[in-house]
């Protein structure tokens, strides 16, 4: 049971969302973030640096051993590869461990917090009992990918102003082209461009709208300004105001 795989699972061994596995995993997940960052920001330039990139290195590595279990148990497909906009990230974290770029920075605040969080709210691995590997690896991968530009944020080591998100979102939509290509030729659905998941919030257009594409031009907005507005709140909360006599 423990290393059964979405192809062979039993039915009824799941978890139901928003049970008590569930909001374990969200409360552990919520507690552990809030104290990598206070610890965080107690330690040094030099040791912040190193802790991000063994943070990085772990995820990358993570996501290395769980692709390397699916081959030894010869589940692995095209699926599988890190296409998906968490995915796509993991991969961002391991290339920002060796260059730090604005854009990258940026794209993964913007875009790995509300993705990977969303993923944890709404997980499409219900069918995997608790104690399962990839049960286990997909509720860490997704709390690790909210932490590491979580830290980033809380020690102003990215920048979230508006052009940024800009850049971050052109940065995207130039990454869901080949993606989507890769679906066609491989018929997989990376990053939910051909259909949305079982209670994903992109099913809801697709039954309004007819099409599960809506949702990314009408969510990308709301997306940016939920993350926007509390850095620019907490912007102007820290800057002193001047006094006019």
Known sequence: MF????????EGVGFQAFGLAHILWLLAGLLFCITACFFYKKLSASKQKRMLTVLGAYIFLQEMVKNLVLIFLGEFSWGYLPFHLCGINILLIFFDIIKQTKVVRSFLYYFSI??????????NWTDMPVWNFFHIHSFTIHILLVLYPLLLVT???????LKSA???TA??????????GLNL???TNFMFLMKPDSGNPLEMFEKLLGSHLWGF?????????????????FKNLKTPQKVRC
């Open 114 to 123: 509300p993705g990977a969080a969303l993923a944890l709210l709404f997980p």
């Open 155 to 161: 020690t102003n080591q990215v920048s979230t102003d």
């Open 185 to 187: 030729l491989w018929g």
């Open 166 to 168: 800009l850049r971050g």
């Open 217 to 233: 031009p009408i969510l990308l907005p709301v997306v940016i300004l939920v993350m926007y507005i509390p850095t620019r709140i």
């Open 171 to 180: 940065l995207l939509v130039a990454m869901a082209i080949p993606v989507y």
């Open 3 to 10: 290393f059964l795989t979405d192809d062979n699972i039993p």
